[in-house]
């Protein structure tokens, strides 16, 4: 598997997103995790660092997409270390190094500048 970060000029999107303001809501584990894009009545919800943001557009997301396998969770950690195991997919960060903590963040960057920010993961303790 190819490793890959999201590169600086691609932190912002080619077509601007117009995005709504941010909200906080509490977003407990057992909804979001509901929210994975297999309930066509919900939205398609990833977090990283307990802040939800809302994907459904992105079908890479979808149950068919190739990264479903972060839908419905907090997968910061997986994102910080550029993998795809469902057992990676888990929101602590706290015992990373410090070159992939960066990476998180720059994923944080990239996702706050193409989905709204729909809520918080209620009793994250990692944000
Ligand atoms: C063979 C390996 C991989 C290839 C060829 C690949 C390719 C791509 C491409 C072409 C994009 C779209 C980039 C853009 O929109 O500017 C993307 C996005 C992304 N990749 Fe990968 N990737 C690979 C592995 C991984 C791995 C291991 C992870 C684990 C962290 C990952 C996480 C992501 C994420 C989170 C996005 C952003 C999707 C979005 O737009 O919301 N990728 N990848």
Redesign the pocket.
Known sequence: ????EPEPK?FSPKIPVQLDPPKYDPITVEELSKCDGTDPNRPTLVAIKGIVFD?TR?Q?YSPSGQ?HV?AGKDPSR??AS???KPEDCRPDWYDLEDKEKTVLDE?FT??SK?YNIVGKVQDATNY
């Not at 598997?1 to 890959?4: K, Q, T």
Request: hydrophobic share 60%; charged share 15%.
């Open positions: 598997m190819v490793e890959h691609r994907v992105n890479a990264y972060f997986a994102l550029s993998s795809l994923w990239f996702f193409r």
